[in-house]
């Protein structure tokens, strides 16, 4: 159990039975009365935000969150299939609960998935992954006209921008929080 004291960025607390993420925080003592803490808060299963204002004292649940890591095995046309690497049960999500993950989403990774009351509510893939160039244009040395990079189709089909030295078939190495490219992989 959290008291007002206790609140910070980034801290997990439940309210009103759904888990809510503390993204900006304020302290605020005026001249009298009691100190105030000023939060935003985001819902983990919705994403609303709003703004609400607490006083010293009061208290909060601990959202009850868990981290478990799961492999993506198949998408059947509606739902994306997670199988738990320790218990082998499967979990499906749609395509709005994977979000922007799907861009680098390939069989048998790994990644983590939040649950909330064993509800699956966020995915989280490693910070680095490697993937396959499948398309990449030809780059005529010299030509320098078109900038320094140029735009590949990687194996999941996301289109990112690399130096023009990277050629089909290709594995590199893309920095997931970023969505750039870092290096080459040598096989």
Known sequence: ?????????GLKIEIDGEPYAIIQFQFVKPGKGQALYKCKLKNMITGTQFDRTYRSGEKFNEANLEE??????YYDG?????MNTSTYD?????????????NFLKENIVLDILFFKDQAIGLTLPNFIELRVTEAEPWAKGDTTSGSTKGVTLETGYVIQVPPFVQKDELLRIDTRTCEYVERVKE
């Open 90 to 102: 499967q979990e499906s999500l749609t395509k709005d609960q994977v979000g922007d993950i799907i």
């Open 78 to 82: 509606e739902n994306y299939c997670f």
């Open 68 to 73: 478990r890591q799961m492999e993506y095995l």
């Open 1 to 9: 159990m959290y008291e007002s004291g206790d609140l910070k960025k």
